[in-house]
């Protein structure tokens, strides 16, 4: 895919040296219309292209562990516990590892509303311009949507008699899935120096 | 040759120039994997490019003729 829309900006690329190079050429008709691909309806093409490969990309775990301040998040999914619910669900791959933190946070910074992506940047700047928040706290609270877009519906979450109990608190947020009490332990940063890792065999992993 | 003549094929090469500069950087974007990438694509590259294509059709308005340059038939 990436290589595709690579080969097209080239195309693209070659497209407007000529038009650099010879702008006089566009007085006939056929170069009219060359023009018109080559300085307008590509460079829009390879834009469209690149923000769908960027937000691909955006999704990796690998992309999202790439900030130093995110790198002890991504080493909580190792440890060796499973009362760990970000670590249980990466290592039984309830989530699919490539994509782990998307899966559990498709509402948070670029993926969210308009208000998200600016949030989004502001962590960029923190990242690199003055220093991030430590912890990192996800404004609002984590929401319960993230966990019911996959258990909702689940025969084993909706036969638990505790969760059946609290249905309607928890679909309407009026109960947190982490804060309760029930599944209180997330990434746990604070504390991993402590905690045991999981060494996966595959790379794949 | 016109003078507005030189003004499009300027306005061509400017538009040539940032499109160019846009997607080079547009590929360095796409083959560097980290989270500035996508800074340096959005606010740099795509704005270059969209600079580039808005350059482009201005000069479009250049090349069309002024309906009373036209001679009127009887």
Known sequence: MIWILICQIVLCIALACVFLIYPSVTTGTAWKILAFIGLCALPALCIVGGMNIHMQRSEQRQFCISCHAMAPYGQSLYVDDPTHIPAQHFQNHRVPPDTACYACHADYTIYGPLNDKIRGLTRIYMQYVSTPPNPIVIPGGYKNDQCLHCHLGARDFEENPVHSAMMDALTTNRMSCLTSGCHDTAHNVANLSHEKFWSPTSEAQ | ?74
């Open chain 2, 1 to 74: 040759m016109k003078l507005s003549e030189i003004g499009i094929h300027r306005l061509l090469q400017v538009s040539s120039a940032l499109v160019i500069v846009g997607l080079l950087l547009e590929i360095v974007s796409l083959l560097w994997f980290h989270p500035l990438s996508f800074v340096l694509f959005a606010f740099v590259a795509a704005s270059l490019i969209g600079l580039g294509v808005l350059v482009y059709l201005a000069s479009l308005v250049f090349v069309a003729t002024p309906p009373d340059a036209t001679p009127r038939r009887k």
